[in-house]
């Protein structure tokens, strides 16, 4: 499935090579919630249920980390915060979070490299995020998280990189937290660990791979709504919270 890293060059290359493939893309914290906030916002969260789900990645919501958080997301993200590196922390004006919903006999994301989607879409230049995260919920048959530095390939099936032999895979699992830089190319693999679109999806959808997606920025992406503004996920809705 995945090509080989070509080995022809100089050594000088070659250590090169070596070095890079030694770095790991993403930095990987078990536990990373206090208990008794992952397991309200696991019962939260199925709770929503299928509420909004065809347009679950479309549903983005901005939270300024300097304010009073309105979801249990946002609590998450304060304390979610503290994981990132020394730069993302000094640098980050707030989060942009939403909710991520699939079956891995459906994944329904391609590869891509997350941007600001409506200051692209108005000409204004392509802005990455610092730092994106994943907040695993659940384990499930597949899924694995792809991360890496190859740029997506429309001609193929999910945009897949052409060449996936440099790449990390983080395997879904409860409470687990990933993060990588924001620039890079990431995917989701489906129930049998490969590229979706590749094989026959069987009739059965087994267990819906639950996630919070937690993009850290250094300004506000354009367009996109605090979670008080929307009346959606009430169940995540923290009391007292922002009108």
Do not use: K
């Not at 802005?127 to 384990?139: A, D, E, G, I, K």
């Not at 001609?155 to 879904?172: F, K, Q, T, Y």
């Not at 059965?204 to 506000?220: F, K, P, Q």
């Amino acid at each position: 499935m995945f090509a080989q890293r070509d080995s022809a060059g100089s050594s000088r290359s070659r250590s090169r090579s070596r070095s890079r493939a030694n770095r790991r893309l993403v930095a990987i914290r078990d536990e990373a919630l206090p208990p008794p906030l992952f397991l309200r916002l696991s019962r939260a969260l199925l709770d929503v249920g299928d509420e909004n789900l065809p347009r679950t990645y479309q549903t983005t919501f901005w939270f300024p980390l300097r304010s009073r958080p309105s979801s249990l997301v946002e609590e998450a993200a304060l304390s979610l915060h503290r994981l990132l590196s020394p730069s993302t922390r000094a640098r980050a004006a707030g989060v942009e979070w939403w909710l991520s919903r699939m079956w891995t006999t459906d994944v329904r994301v391609d590869f891509h490299r997350d941007h600001d989607i409506q200051r692209a879409r108005r000409g204004r230049g392509t802005v990455h995020p610092l730092t994106s995260s994943v907040l695993f919920l659940n384990r499930v048959r597949g899924g694995l998280l792809v991360v890496t530095e190859e740029p997506p390939d429309p001609e193929n099936p999910s945009c897949a990189p052409a060449r996936l032999d440099r790449m990390d895979l983080v395997r879904p699992e409860p409470n687990r937290f990933a993060a990588f830089d924001g620039a890079l190319t990431h995917g989701v693999l489906d129930h049998r660990n490969q590229v979706p679109g590749r094989s026959p999806a069987p009739a059965a959808r087994g267990r819906m791979r639950r996630a919070v997606i937690l993009n850290w920025w250094a300004a506000r992406p354009w367009s996109v709504p605090r979670f008080a503004e929307r009346r959606l996920y009430r169940p995540l809705a923290l009391a007292g919270g922002p009108p």
